[in-house]
């Protein structure tokens, strides 16, 4: 068999129902297909197709975690039937199987996420399920690794509304604390400190601009009458 990504996993990977991770399998010739079927169907969860247009189809209905391509594949290439599934389906684990080493095969199996190893269809069956094997281990991993991504980005979310949240309440008391401290606590009218820093701004803007200020004192009697100075 070729290389590729495939490697071995941590001990984890034992506690793995592999036959939860279904497979595809593309193989035109109903002899082959058949045989690996027999030898891999007790393992695995293993679905076939027989031409390049099914597995397309069958791809876009269903839910599959490794695809494994038999050469040769009528009317396309299988590496080239692999690679077009990177962008529609690019959580996928990709396998090849082929007669013997191909220089493109082998360059395609370096390129992380492009093809994840080849098989020489000389391969016994150990070495073809062990690969299989590691590729839902792979696939598994994967999965578990966009979960944790999608909860670390809902829990961030949930952080920045919390956050946004207390920010609102800070700023709501800091606003409210300024109103006490420029208001009068019993009748809530601005109180001499208010005055004093309005007063100041005003004259400064008066003397900015060139303008005259004018100051009004009204003086409320216990008996009603306003008595105004100037």
Same mark, same amino acid.
Not at 9 to 27: M, Q, T, W
Not at 39 to 51: D, N, P
Not at 156 to 161: A, S
């Given at each position: 068999? =070729?290389?590729?990504? =495939?490697?071995?996993? #941590? #001990? ?6 592999? !036959? @939860? ?9 109903? $002899? $082959?297909?058949? @045989? ?14 027989? *031409?390049?247009?099914?597995?397309? $189809?069958?791809?876009? %209905?269903?839910?599959? *975690? ?8 009528? /009317?396309? *290439? ?9 962008? +529609? ?23 992380? =996420? ?28 994967? +999965?578990? #690794? ?14 920045? =509304? ?8 800070? !700023? ?5 604390? %300024? ?5 009068? /606590? ?11 820093? $309005? ?8 003397? !900015?601009?060139?303008? +005259?200020?004018?100051? %009004? %004192?009204?003086?409320? *009697? +216990?008996? /009603?009458?306003?008595?105004?100075? !100037?």
């Amino acid at each position: 068999h =070729g290389g590729g990504e =495939g490697k071995s996993l #941590s #001990s984890g990977a034992d506690s793995i129902n592999h !036959r @939860a991770y279904p497979v595809l399998l593309l193989e035109s010739e109903p $002899r $082959r297909s058949d @045989a690996l079927v027999k030898v891999l169907g007790k393992q695995f969860s293993l679905e076939t197709a027989t *031409s390049a247009e099914e597995t397309s $189809r069958r791809l876009e %209905m269903e839910l599959f *975690s490794v695809l494994i391509v038999s050469e040769p594949v009528p /009317g396309t *290439s299988g590496l080239s039937l692999l690679e077009r599934t990177v962008a +529609t389906h690019p959580h996928l684990v990709r396998m090849l199987l082929v007669d013997g080493a191909d220089p493109k095969v082998a360059a395609a199996a370096q390129v992380p =996420g492009r093809l994840y190893c080849w098989i020489a269809r000389t391969a016994s069956p150990v070495d073809v399920a062990l690969l299989i094997r590691r590729a839902i281990e792979s696939a598994a991993l994967h +999965t578990q #690794s966009r979960l944790l991504q999608a909860e670390l980005a809902a829990k961030n979310d949930e952080l920045h =509304g919390l956050v946004e949240e207390r920010t609102q309440q800070l !700023r709501e008391f800091a606003q409210r604390q %300024m109103r006490l401290a420029i208001s009068d /606590g019993l009748t809530g009218l601005k109180n001499h400190r208010h005055f004093q820093e $309005r007063w100041r701004r005003e004259v400064r803007r008066a003397n !900015r601009y060139g303008y +005259t200020v004018a100051l %009004m %004192m009204i003086d409320v *009697s +216990t008996n /009603g009458v306003a008595t105004t100075k !100037r």
